[in-house]
């Protein structure tokens, strides 16, 4: 079972930068997709940004493209999101995931993923 550790949230003001990462267990991680996820109080969670496993094919959410990059380092078994430009509706609880399936097709449905993180807190102030 992969365990995924979050880490890197913060308050940062308006037009700030921050990177969060998250630090997967096991030796599988190189072998699968990677996904973010954030969730603000009272909001469901909603898709932010997913790297396929070799870091080549990355999605974004509207939301965030641009102004976000996602990355990885398979030799760390880390997975990575620069947050740059941020927002105060970048406010957030951000999930690091790990897809259910090996073969990822870029899916932004919560439900596609079976591993979670316990999230780190991520506030913008205006």
């Known amino acids: 079972q992969v365990q995924l550790v979050e880490s890197g949230g913060g308050l940062v003001q308006a037009g700030g930068s921050l990177r969060v990462s998250c630090a997967a267990s096991?030796?599988?991680?190189?072998?699968?997709?990677m996904g973010w996820f954030r969730q603000a109080p009272g909001k469901e969670r909603e898709f932010v940004a997913a790297?396929?496993?070799?870091?080549?094919?990355?999605y974004y959410a509207d939301s965030v493209k641009g102004r976000f990059t996602i990355s990885r380092d398979n030799a760390k078994n880390t997975v990575y999101l620069q947050m740059n430009s941020l927002k105060p509706e970048d406010t957030a609880v951000y999930y690091c995931?790990?897809?259910?399936?090996?073969?990822?097709?870029?899916?932004?449905?919560?439900?596609?993923?079976?591993?979670w993180g316990q999230g780190t807190q991520v506030t913008v102030s205006s």
């Open positions: 790297i396929n496993w070799s870091g080549e094919i990355t």
């Open positions: 096991g030796r599988a991680f190189s072998t699968y997709a």
């Open positions: 995931a790990r897809p259910r399936r090996l073969y990822y097709r870029g899916s932004n449905d919560a439900d596609d993923f079976g591993a």
